[in-house]
């Protein structure tokens, strides 16, 4: 059977649930024949590679390792979920400091252990600050890097569907923007059900004011709600969009989703956040956002939480001032 390409693709932080489950969803999305798993903790990678076997993917190049020369050496697909996962009790942005520190590591790893890959993913939370971290010490074009960031707005389709009681199907063009996190800008004006413009119905007897504020406060909490659930975080829901955005870069079915992209373009400047984007092999190609003056004040209000984060982590150490970023990846200039 045949796969996306025989080029390298790998899966860092493969021992997790994350990166376990994209294993082997990333095998059976037949996107590369040519899958390695990555993570420093030995014994519970191996059994993660054990199981790959187990499943009976033969026609593939399956192998595993906790050397990161190893692993990165010829890759041409990454996708990365090797940070900290949250815990009950802890928001995206307690997680800063210590994958704050991963993240650049990575980035370092990729610029001198493999320059030439085509895209990488970063989906370790905060996804935008540990995205923008990596690609500044990577070298990369910012095409090259994408955050996920898609899973807000899936959340928002899924809300929306248990509201209507209607297939997923039947909500389309849900949008979030700015953040992955709790200061997400949340759109209704792109939205329909039906057909019908999700503006024209909120304030109706279909969807109240008031139902509409507490269905946009689930999707912002949706990744909170499945810690409470659970008594862990989300790890399907990511593997697969993930894989789905790398799908899309290797020339595969569009990607139908917003992507955290890095964004400098006078309105927001020196940071990767979600917006309407295009992948292609070519990479990501950021379109414009089109919603209301309220919700582009909303996002205007995530892109300021994000710079705070930003400059937190500036002030840790952990990257240098803005100014000097181009200096570090002339990418950026």
Not at 64 to 69: A, G, H, V
Not at 169 to 180: A, L, V, W
């Amino acid at each position: 059977m045949n796969y996306l390409t025989d080029g390298k693709l790998v899966i860092a932080g493969a021992a997790g649930m994350i990166g376990s489950n994209m294993a082997q969803t990333a095998m059976m999305m037949r996107l590369s024949s040519n899958v390695c798993l990555y993570d420093p903790i030995a014994a519970p990678l191996e059994g993660v590679a054990e199981e790959m076997y187990h499943c009976g993917f033969d026609d593939a190049n399956i192998t595993f390792t906790s050397d990161i020369k190893e692993a990165l050496r010829g890759a041409q697909y990454i996708v990365s979920s090797g940070g900290a996962a949250r815990s009950a009790g802890m928001t995206r942005e307690d997680l800063l400091k210590g994958n704050a520190e991963i993240a650049a590591q990575l980035g370092k790893d990729i610029r001198s252990l493999c320059p030439d890959v085509k895209h990488v993913v970063v989906i370790f939370n905060p996804a935008d600050i540990t995205g923008l971290i990596t690609l500044l010490y990577s070298g990369l074009r910012p095409s090259q890097l994408t955050t996920l960031a898609g899973l807000d707005s899936t959340r928002l389709q899924s809300e929306l569907g248990k509201h209507f009681k209607v297939l997923r199907s039947h909500i389309t063009n849900c949008r979030t923007y700015g953040g992955h996190g709790e200061q997400m800008a949340v759109f209704a004006s792109t939205a329909k059900v039906d057909g019908k413009p999700l503006t024209e119905l909120i304030g109706t007897s279909a969807l109240t004011h008031e139902e509409w504020a507490a269905l946009k406060e689930r999707v912002i909490q949706g990744g909170k709600n499945i810690i409470n659930l659970r008594g862990r975080s989300s790890f399907q829901s990511p593997s697969y969009l993930s894989l789905e955005m790398l799908r899309a870069v290797m020339g595969g079915d569009a990607f139908r989703w917003p992507v955290g992209t890095w964004v400098n373009n006078g309105r927001f400047s020196n940071i990767v956040m979600a917006m309407e984007t295009r992948l292609t092999r070519q990479g990501a190609e950021v379109q414009e956002v089109v919603g209301t003056a309220e919700e582009q004040k909303e996002l205007e209000q995530s892109y300021r939480h994000l710079c705070d984060l930003r400059d937190e982590v500036v002030k840790m150490g952990v990257v240098p001032p803005v100014a000097e970023w181009s200096r570090l990846n002339p990418n950026l200039g």
